[in-house]
């Protein structure tokens, strides 16, 4: 079966952290990307990744950044953590362009 | 970034009623997607659309990608308990960035209390 893992399901920061989200897809797909999900604002794309080592900013990049450093791995660095940044964060993967994405579970981060 | 309208926000099912939601966009789509996340889960994929017109069922599911590609629709039927969950509409584009998706803001069922 194929999966998008996320590495925590739940995390509790404290603010000015920095925090790792790290996501494992084992599907060979070449574009992974990174939302974050708030109730009313719908799913926010913040990073995507189209190769190895390459990134690109999506709409909300602001206080983030990533790291692609494997084709199955992408992650997601939150550099000082601040409470507006208490979300859930999904991390999804695709095959080249023209196909649907598979999401992992989520991590549900809270900064305190 | 570009948005899709999706209606209704909310909505409440009693069990064996039929439900409807849509998507509609300002720019023309080559592929609509559906997906359905459960409390707690990601968004799993239901229906996807590849042409005009084109109707397609999963189970209860049916949707269809409106001949104006610019819309999307999804009913299903005889509801159940378990389709509780938010329901996720997404365009899609071929070529450069226009190939990533475009995400409604999702429709939320919940059970009548």
């Known amino acids: 079966d194929v999966k998008v893992t996320q590495s925590s399901r739940y995390l509790v920061k404290r603010t000015g952290e920095k925090v790792f989200l790290e996501c494992v897809q084992d599907?060979?797909?070449?574009?992974m990307f990174w939302y974050r999900q708030d109730p009313g604002l719908g799913l926010r794309l913040i990073y995507f990744?189209?190769?190895?080592?390459?990134?690109e900013k999506g709409d909300i990049p602001e206080g983030y950044s990533v790291s692609r450093e494997k084709k199955e791995r992408f992650s997601l660095i939150l550099e000082s953590a601040s409470t507006n940044q208490t979300s859930m964060y999904l991390c999804?993967?695709?095959?080249?362009?023209?196909?649907?994405?598979?999401f992992g579970s989520g991590t549900r981060l809270t900064v305190v | 970034g570009q948005q899709l309208n999706q209606s209704p926000q909310s909505m409440f099912i009693q069990e064996g009623e039929d439900v409807s939601m849509n998507c509609t966009s300002s720019?023309?789509?080559?592929?609509w997607l559906w997906y359905k996340q459960d409390p707690g889960e990601g968004p799993v994929l239901l229906i996807a659309?590849?042409?005009?017109?084109e109707l397609t069922s999963n189970g209860r599911l049916t949707a269809q990608f409106g001949i104006t590609r610019k819309d999307s629709f999804l009913n299903i039927s005889a509801s159940i308990p378990s389709d509780v969950g938010i329901y996720f509409c997404?365009?899609?584009?071929?070529?450069?960035?226009?190939?990533?998706?475009?995400f409604g803001k999702g429709t939320k069922l919940s059970v009548k209390p």
């Open positions: 997404a365009g899609m584009n071929y070529g450069g960035s226009q190939g990533n998706l475009i």
């Open positions: 999804a993967s695709s095959p080249r362009q023209g196909h649907g994405y598979t």
């Open positions: 990744s189209y190769d190895v080592k390459m990134k």
């Open positions: 720019s023309i789509f080559n592929t």
């Open positions: 599907m060979d797909h070449e574009n």
């Open positions: 659309l590849y042409k005009a017109g």
